[in-house]
Nanobody, 116 residues
Framework: QVQVVESGGGLVEPGGSLRLSCEAT????????MSWYRQVPGKERELVAG????????DYPDSVKGRFAISRHSHKKMVYLQMNSLRVEDTAVYYC?????????WGQGTQVTVSS
């Protein structure tokens, strides 16, 4: 069974930075994709960033472009989300999703709260 675990969430002041991590285990396939989503209560879950196992990064939405950056570990099924210049509106539960063999696997989510 594929397992996805996020970490790194927490409380940060506006303008601050935070780095989220996501590790996927339970499979050995070389072709896969990993993405970060976020969700606020009452709102639809939205894609924040995505990357393939070969390092191809998807376009960032305007809401985070220039502030967030996704990257991957060189030899682990692990990705990171570097979040800079955080804003209050970035507050959300951030989820990591792994796509392998046309199936999606989600992590439990990690809370990011931006507040002064």
């Amino acid at each position: 069974q594929v397992q996805v675990v996020e970490s790194g969430g927490g409380l940060v002041e506006p303008g601050g930075s935070l780095r989220l991590s996501c590790e996927a285990t339970g499979f050995t396939y070389s072709n896969y994709g990993m993405s970060w989503y976020r969700q606020v209560p009452g709102k639809e879950r939205e894609l924040v960033a995505g990357i393939t196992s070969t390092g191809i990064v998807t376009d960032y939405p305007d809401s985070v472009k220039g502030r967030f950056a996704i990257s991957r570990h060189s030899h682990k099924k692990m990705v990171y989300l570097q979040m800079n210049s955080l804003r209050v509106e970035d507050t959300a539960v951030y989820y990591c999703k792994v796509r392998v063999l046309y199936r999606d696997y989600w992590g439990q989510g990690t809370q990011v709260t931006v507040s002064s």
